[in-house]
């Protein structure tokens, strides 16, 4: 029996789990792949105060499972299964146990959305859905297309202009829909080419990507273009983690809570980009973790 159960480890399940823990209360967190979440997956981290010169998601990762643990926070690496949120004790059923807690902090964030165009499903993880951070070094000297125009996307975008011989983005919109700053660095990358008001449409090729098509949103014109071996880094937003939680009010599938981040189910609690919101940050992130923690603490 827990005092308080967070399922989810990234920024914002982390800074829950350190609240909670500094409050005496007995706290576990669950995550079924690693900490971090998301963030921990990016070229680097950027814009959250005090972070390391060359922040990398894998070293902020690094950090924030450090200080977890040495604060005392207890972690289980699983997979969860089903939860009972409705009653007084909260129950917690993963792939290898079955725990209960009096109050639960759902923190598990979000899943990076596919696109659902032909050839994806085929030839995903062999040059589309790829990770910049990962696989930058394999398209080294070659061609790479990022799909998506918001920060994420830019972002991305910037790191894999060090290694590709060209950078392409294709963004459905007319513009750019980052802020000011990556804009100011894409015009002063030479190597980096912008495809507007334009959606990837189809990808083809057998263990590799041989070729895309294109389609251009003004006119409805697809371009074939081929480039054996290119690389296809997708970031067209995301799906909230909230298939298990049926028991609570979902708007567009986020979790909707009050201002101390409790949902309408007392004890249940949610922080991060799982929740309704309008601003997706690490920072907020984290100020939601360290406001559910609090309130579940009391």
């Avoid at 589309?128 to 297309?145: H, L, Q, T």
């Avoid at 981040?261 to 980009?273: L, N, R, S």
Wanted: hydrophobic share 40%.
């Amino acid at each position: 029996m827990y005092d308080i159960i967070i399922i989810g480890a990234g920024p914002a399940g982390i800074s829950a789990g350190i609240y909670a823990v500094s409050r005496g209360r007995k706290t576990l967190i669950i995550e079924k792949d690693q900490v971090g979440g998301m963030i921990g997956k990016v070229s680097t981290v950027t814009h959250y105060a005090g972070i390391i010169d060359g922040e990398t998601g894998e070293t902020f990762a690094e950090r924030l499972k450090n200080q977890a643990q040495q604060a005392g926070v207890e972690f289980a690496y699983e997979k969860v299964e089903r939860t009972e949120l409705g009653g007084k004790i909260k129950e917690i059923i993963t792939d290898k146990n079955h725990y209960r807690a009096a109050k639960v902090i759902l923190a598990n964030g979000t899943t990076p959305r596919k696109l659902g165009i032909p050839g994806e499903a085929e030839l995903y993880g062999k040059g589309i859905g790829m990770n910049a951070a990962r696989d930058a070094e394999m398209y080294r000297g070659k061609n790479v297309y990022v799909v998506g125009g918001a920060d994420g996307a830019v972002k991305e975008a910037l790191f894999l202009a060090k290694y590709a011989a060209h950078v392409n983005i294709i963004h459905f919109e007319e513009t750019l829909g980052c802020i000011a700053e990556f804009r100011e660095k894409i015009a002063k990358t030479g190597n980096i080419k912008l495809i507007l008001h334009s959606r990837l449409h189809a990808v083809y090729g057998a263990d590799r990507v041989e070729s895309l098509e294109i389609a251009d949103e003004r006119t409805g014109a697809i371009e074939t273009i081929a480039d054996p071996g290119c690389g296809i880094f997708v970031y067209a937003g995301a799906v909230p983690n909230t298939e298990l939680y049926q028991e609570l009010k979902l708007e567009q599938g986020f979790i909707v809570t009050d201002e101390n981040m409790e949902t309408e189910i007392p004890g249940v609690y949610a922080a991060g980009d799982i929740r309704k919101k309008n601003v997706r940050q690490v920072s907020t992130a984290v100020a939601e973790g360290t406001l559910a923690a609090i309130h579940a603490a009391v």
